[in-house]
């Protein structure tokens, strides 16, 4: 994806599955892009942050703008990630309440801890 | 990575005709795509099971038995409306392994066959008998916090990582296999082996066996159960000490038990000394404290890892008080003799299990 595709969205973290930063959908589920090969995914959907909003010069996805609005990051290396993430959250109707965010959202880490501002985003994104 | 070829078949479920000596399976990959990234396994060939028509879950109402495709993946298995309902160990043992996007690439075959995450296993200059047979373990007199006390041998002490078959193994579940010699069927506790002189080989699988389901019967235990694991941290980490538990009580009376344990072990294990400490007394707290002393019979601790024993018997402790508070089926009576109480609640925490929400969707166990 990054380098054959351009799709540089997607990050190269620990690729072990242990931060999440590689986080994509494949036919609208999440998953960690850097512990399966794409060959094993041959037609079907997938999805990463450039093709979240759609037109590319059109309005962010609403779960970017709210990771905008709240501030949800520092320096922005986790955040293709948790926002795929998030979305996935909201489509699985986890975001009942921020215990519930936090655990759902384990599998994306931060290493600028805007943990509180992530959580308050998504929060935001589901209508709380 | 060593370059390898790929095939994917899809139909008939023969995958072993397409695998040569040098071929590994590849189920979701996030164990052997790693495994392979670190140059621990390196096969010439993968053949991809992934679209064989193994992904599905049945019940069969006549032995009120589920059947479990070997291909599902963690996260459908614990989001299923019956696994919720009458098997709520196994939802929340899922859902305490991996995270979100990992569970929904993990099978439940792959689940199984995972290797062990002792550092050194996946360390390729130090010795390790369960990687290069004969080399040594490096575990014995170095890093070993996190390693087995329960199951061990002088080859290896490294713990078995899986949650999932922990619950299983309380279950009492039936591990079916298919391959070249055609098809069988064992219990879980044969289907992992404990590490002995041969910590390289870990199930009964031969070269080309394939994991096709797995076959958990519904009972009234497995209606009351319940799965605690502790970590490191509050989520998205392997199990310093799990427990899954399951009680059946009449009459304030144990009738019947199942006690089997997590992180702690080479393999899944079952507390066999900690079930017959509860039976035919008592749920109570002193029971369940006797039993978490019973769960560590035959523990070795090394240096470093005495901790787990006193782990064992916290965590079996406190997964049976707080299963005994949870709602018991209606025939259950009060227990009578210093009744447990459980751990109090937290709100949101998902102590209970609570309909309309996954369970063990928060932990909270240790925050
Ligand atoms: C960061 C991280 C954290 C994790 N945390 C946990 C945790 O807390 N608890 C937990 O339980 N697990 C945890 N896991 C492990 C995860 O659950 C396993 O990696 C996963 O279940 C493996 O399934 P898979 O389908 O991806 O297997 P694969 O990686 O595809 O395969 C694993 C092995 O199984 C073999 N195999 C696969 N399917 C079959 C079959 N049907 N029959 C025979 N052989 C088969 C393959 O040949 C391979 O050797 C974690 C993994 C990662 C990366
Ligand atoms: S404990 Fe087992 S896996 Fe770890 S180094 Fe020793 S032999 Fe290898
Ligand atoms: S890069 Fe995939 S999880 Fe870290
Ligand atoms: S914003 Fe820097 S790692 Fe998350």
């Known amino acids: 994806m990054r380098e054959t595709l351009g799709l540089t969205g997607p990050k190269k973290g620990c690729d072990l599955g242990q931060c999440g930063a590689c986080t994509v959908l494949v036919d609208g589920r999440r998953i960690t892009s850097c512990l399966t090969f794409a060959l094993m995914h041959g037609g079907r959907e997938v999805t990463t942050i450039e093709g979240l909003g759609g037109d590319p010069e059109g309005d962010l996805h609403p779960v970017q703008q709210a990771f905008v609005d709240h501030d949800a990051f520092q320096c922005g290396f986790c955040t293709p990630g948790q926002i795929m993430s998030a979305v996935a959250l909201l489509a699985e109707g986890h975001a009942g309440d921020d215990d519930e965010i936090r655990e759902w959202m384990s599998g994306n880490l931060c290493r600028c801890a805007a943990y509180p501002n992530i959580v308050a985003a998504i929060t935001a994104a589901a209508g709380r | 990575m060593r370059s390898f070829t790929y095939t994917r078949p899809a139909e008939p479920a023969q995958p072993w005709t397409e695998l040569g000596p040098d071929a590994m399976y590849i189920a979701g990959g996030t164990n052997l795509v790693d495994l392979m990234k670190c140059g621990v396994a390196a096969p010439g060939r993968l053949v991809d099971i992934g679209r064989l028509p193994l992904a599905d879950i049945e019940v069969d109402a006549a032995t009120d038995t589920l059947r479990i495709g070997a291909l599902v993946p963690n996260s459908d298995l614990a989001a299923h409306p019956v696994v919720r309902e009458r098997l709520p160990v196994l ?3 899922l859902l305490a392994g991996a995270s979100p996007q990992l569970r929904n ?41 996190g390693h087995a006390v329960l199951g061990t041998s002088s080859r290896c002490i490294a713990t078995h990582p899986s949650d999932l078959a922990v ?4 279950l009492e579940a039936r591990v079916s296999i298919d391959g070249p010699n055609g098809p069988r069927a064992e219990p879980i506790e044969a289907f992992h082996l404990p590490p002995g002189e041969t910590p390289e080989r870990e199930t009964t699988l031969t070269h080309g066996e394939l994991i096709t389901a797995v076959e958990v019967p519904m009972t009234t235990l497995g209606a009351h159960s319940y799965y605690l694991k502790v970590r490191e941290r509050a989520s998205f980490a392997f199990a310093m000490c799990s427990a899954a538990v399951a009680l059946e009580v009449r009459e304030g009376t144990v009738r019947a038990a199942r006690i ?8 899944p294990w079952r507390a066999y000394a900690a079930e017959a400490a509860l039976i ?24 470093d890892n005495g901790h787990k024993v006193e782990l064992i018997r916290r965590v079996v402790a406190r997964a049976l ?14 227990a009578t003799d210093t009744p447990a109480t459980g751990t109090p609640k937290s709100p949101g925490t998902g102590e209970a299990p609570r309909t309309g929400e996954a369970p063990g969707s928060t932990e909270g166990e240790h925050r």
Do not use: I, W
């Open chain 2, 91 to 93: 939802s929340r043992a």
């Open chain 2, 105 to 145: 690439l993990a099978t439940l075959g792959g689940n199984l066959m995972q290797r062990t995450r002792c550092g050194y296993f996946r360390d390729l200059a130090m010795p390790c008998n369960k990687r290069v047979p004969d080399s040594g373990c490096a575990a014995l007199d170095g890093e070993h916090r």
């Open chain 2, 167 to 170: 619950a299983l193994l309380a």
């Open chain 2, 260 to 267: 089997a344990l997590g992180g702690v072990a080479t393999t």
């Open chain 2, 321 to 334: 008080s707080t299963l005994a508070a949870t709602d018991t089926p209606a025939t259950d009576t009060p």
């Open chain 2, 280 to 303: 035919g007394g008592p749920p109570s707290t002193g029971a369940f404290a006797r039993a978490g002393d019973a769960a560590t019979e035959g523990a070795v601790p090394g240096r």
